[in-house]
Each structure stands twice: as structure tokens, then as C-alpha cells.
């Protein structure tokens, strides 16, 4: 076996593209950061450049990096035991559901534990399609819910498109984007209801008796954070009642404090039938996911067998990890925080708005932002088309922000911002600082 100096940052990149496939890359273009270290909302590369951590990783990394009462829970575990199998009962797995369900809407009664956010929304159409004897399942085009194949074809954006041929059954409808609708709404109650007939006729099409479930990401995610009009939620939740459907909240990216709340669905008061989660249960220390069902569903699985099975179904250290990450959030008022900081990040986004051409919009909720760049705000002509960038303007952009120190990922003709919340209001202002000056470069495009 061949020896390698891996304390070599040159040896490591070498050896990184030289041997490892990156997700979402044409491998020959990769000039990947070789990190070197990380802690709380900052992380360091190889040559001691610090960078703002303005997207939470995959806006996973909720309580920062290097939180050492996580890290001593998984030390412990380890000691303990490492690993048992799921049809054994263990006191993490006990006492991560019990703490799960004090924090869920008060209608959720058990949880399915899976290995992360993809699998959870695969087991979610599962338990759906059992639950109901139904075989149809809605989910929007401007949505993300995994790249395994079940949620792939769950998904509804250009990440779906691999997949295709799609499985049959599942159905697309269109979100409430307000800033994109093609009609000129007088409210935010006209939309609504607007939407709402829309879904509303496309089940009655699609066979009343045929949809299983309707998943939504509370708040959509990576697609542009689209936050929902003020009713549109209780909306959908009065049309899956009306008609025997499941409502299923894909809370991956929006729980765990990320908009202000436990979960994005507390925002609006509604009790969805299962809520899917991953990320922010363990702030990224470990994989972990699930599946949040209510009383009805857990009473079903009594007498009926649940048919799914996971090795890594609550595994004992990943259930360790978010045992600490809940307290976490408790003892430090991280969900406080988001709520409070997000009030901050807000006013800096309107400024930007303000300030810049190339902003047409900005959306924010809790920690939980977007920016979507136009060429005209009047036109809303996005910067670039959707599903396409020819010209590579959207990874220059990037390329420039995180030069200087902001890392964050873009999508389409967004870019997302969601810090860790334990961000303070100072930093916030100093990360904000250094989009405003990338903005004005890309302001300069438009001329």
C-alpha cells in the first residue's frame, strides 16, 4: 500500500481529485479548499485563511463547528457502545425520541430514525402510500428533497432530471413564488387562494381518491428560501383533510431553529401528518434523520407491519449526538437567537436590496435567507436562466465571495445565506460588508 504525507495540504488535494468523485461537479474543473480546522461560525484553510461560515455548510452546522459538548457525547458513546443494531432498545434512542416529541407539535407521537434527510423522505412516501392504500404523491417544482431515487423523483427542480423516467405517480404542482407569479396579485390573500384552487383542481384531475400524500418544504430551501403567504399552509392542511391525503412537512433544512422556531411549521400553527428532518438534529457532528408521525399513523403501524429497515436506524451514536445538539440549542437560546439575529440579517438584506441593481429580491426568515439576483429589477429577468448558466456566472460570483471570505453556496440565480445561530449581530455586519462589495462587482455585469 502506498504512503502519502497526509499532512500535506498539496498531497491532500492531489490525492482528493486524484481518487474521490465531489457531488454536483464535472470533476476536471475541482479546485477544491483543503480545509484545516473549524470552529464556531468561522473555519480555517490549509494556508490560514479564515472564512465566515455564511451557509451553515449545507445549512446543517446549525450550533457552529467544534461545539465540545456534542463532541464529549460522542466521545462517551464511543466508549460505551458504538453500534446496535435498530430492533434493539437503547437509552439514547429512547431519550433522543422522548426529547424530540417534547419539542414536535403536539400531534406527533412516534419517530422512525433514519441515516439522513433523503431516506427519511424516502420512508416518508412509504409509511404514505401504506397508510392511506393510496399510490399518488404531490410535491412542488421548486423543491429538493434528496438525490437517493425515491426522492429524487420526489424533487421537483433539474437535480430530478438524472432520475428520469420518472417512478409513476408522482405529481408536481406549482409553489405560491409570489415574486415570479405570472399574475399580478392585489395581496397575499388573493395568491393564496389563488394556489390553492390550483391544487385543489389538480387533485380533483389527478383522482381524488388516488393522492396518498402532499410534501412540502415548510419553507423551500436551496430553490430561493420561498416563504409561504400567511395562510397557505392551513391551506393545504384543510385540502388534505377534505380529502383523505397526508400532509408531509420536509423540515431537512428548515427545523431545528433555522427559521425562528423548532420547526418552520410552528410559524404558522399547522400540524402536519409527518415531518421529515436531518440536519440540524445533529448540527452535522453525525448522520442522522427521521421521521416524525402522528397518533393515527403510529396506531396503524400497531397492527400493520411497518415495512421499512434501515442498518443504521438509530444509531446509537448519532443519537448521542443529537441528544447534546438539542440541549445545545436549549442551554445557549439558539432558537431565541435565530429569531432575534435574523431581525438583523434581515435589515441588511433590505439595504443590499436597496443599494444594488443586480438585487431583485430578498427573503429571510429566522437565520434562513435568500438573495435573488436579476439583471432588471423591473422585468425580474433572472441573472441567469432557470436550469441554465452557460456563461459560468453564478459559480464566478461564488468564486469571488468566498476569496474574500464569505463561504455559501448558490442555486439558480440565488444565493442562499444562513449562518450558524450562534452568529453575532457584529459578524453578521462584517460578512455582510463583503457581499456588499461582491454585489457592486456584480452590478458592473449589468452595464
Known amino acids: 500500500m502506498k504512503k502519502y504525507n497526509f499532512k500535506d495540504s498539496k498531497v491532500i488535494k492531489e490525492i482528493d481529485l486524484l481518487k474521490n468523485l465531489h457531488s454536483w461537479s464535472a470533476q476536471g474543473n475541482l479546485d477544491p479548499i483543503v480545509v484545516e480546522k473549524a470552529k464556531g461560525i468561522y473555519f480555517w484553510d490549509s494556508n490560514g485563511k479564515k472564512y465566515f461560515d455564511m451557509s451553515s455548510q449545507l445549512v446543517n452546522v446549525n450550533i457552529g463547528h467544534g461545539n465540545m459538548k456534542v463532541i464529549e457525547a460522542i466521545q462517551e458513546q464511543a466508549k460505551k457502545m458504538t453500534y446496535m443494531g435498530p430492533g434493539f432498545a437503547v437509552d439514547v434512542k429512547s431519550e433522543l425520541a422522548s426529547k424530540l416529541l417534547d419539542i414536535a407539535p403536539k400531534n406527533m407521537k412516534k419517530v422512525f430514525f433514519t441515516i439522513g434527510g433523503a431516506d427519511a423522505n424516502e420512508n416518508a412516501i412509504k409509511m404514505a402510500k401504506m397508510f392511506t392504500g393510496r399510490d399518488k404523491i404531490f410535491s412542488r417544482y421548486r423543491s429538493y428533497h434528496g438525490a437517493t431515487y425515491g426522492a429524487a423523483n420526489l424533487t421537483g427542480e433539474p437535480r430530478r432530471f438524472p432520475a428520469e423516467p420518472g417512478i409513476p405517480g408522482f405529481i408536481k404542482f406549482f409553489d405560491p413564488y409570489l415574486y415570479r407569479s405570472p399574475v399580478d396579485f392585489k395581496d397575499e390573500e388573493e395568491a393564496c387562494n389563488y394556489y390553492l384552487e390550483q391544487l385543489t383542481e389538480q387533485i380533483i384531475y389527478e383522482g381524488r381518491d388516488s393522492v396518498a400524500a402532499i410534501f412540502l418544504e415548510t419553507v423551500t ?103 447534546a445538539t438539542l440541549d445545545v440549542y436549549q442551554e445557549e437560546g439558539l432558537i431565541k437567537n435565530s429569531k432575534l439575529r435574523g431581525k438583523v440579517l434581515g435589515e441588511e438584506l433590505e439595504l443590499l436590496k436597496e443599494k444594488h441593481p443586480s438585487v431583485g429580491d430578498v427573503r429571510y426568515i429566522g437565520l434562513f435567507s435568500a438573495i435573488e439576483l436579476v439583471k432588471d429589477k423591473v422585468s425580474k429577468e433572472p441573472l441567469v436562466p432557470y436550469g441554465q448558466d452557460p456563461g459560468k456566472i453564478m459559480p464566478l460570483i461564488l468564486s469571488k465571495l468566498i476569496k474574500q471570505g464569505f463561504f455559501t453556496y448558490t442555486h439558480e440565480n440565488i444565493i442562499i445565506v444562513a449562518p450558524p445561530l450562534i452568529i453575532k449581530e457584529e459578524e453578521i455586519k462584517e460578512a455582510m460588508q463583503i457581499m456588499d462589495r461582491v454585489l457592486s462587482e456584480v452590478d458592473k455585469m449589468l452595464k
Not at 237 to 255: N, Q, S
Not at 266 to 280: E, H, Q, R, S, Y
Not at 286 to 303: C, E, H, Y
Request: aromatic letters at 10%; a negative charge; proline letters at 5%.
Open 221 to 323: 430551501g436551496s430553490n430561493g428560501v420561498i416563504i409561504p403567504p400567511e395562510n397557505y399552509l392551513k391551506g393545504v392542511r384543510e385540502i388534505c383533510d377534505e380529502f383523505g391525503i397526508l400532509m408531509v412537512c420536509d423540515e431537512i433544512m428548515a427545523g431545528f431553529g433555522r427559521t425562528g422556531e423548532w420547526f418552520a411549521c410552528d410559524n404558522w400553527g399547522v400540524a402536519p401528518d409527518l415531518i421529515t428532518f436531518a440536519k440540524g438534529i445533529t448540527s452535522g457532528y453525525l448522520p442522522l434523520g427521521g421521521v416524525l408521525v402522528s397518533q393515527d399513523i403510529a396506531d396503524f403501524f400497531n397492527d400493520t407491519t411497518l415495512m421499512c429497515g434501515l442498518t443504521y436506524s438509530g444509531h446509537p451514536m448519532g443519537c448521542a449526538a443529537g441528544i
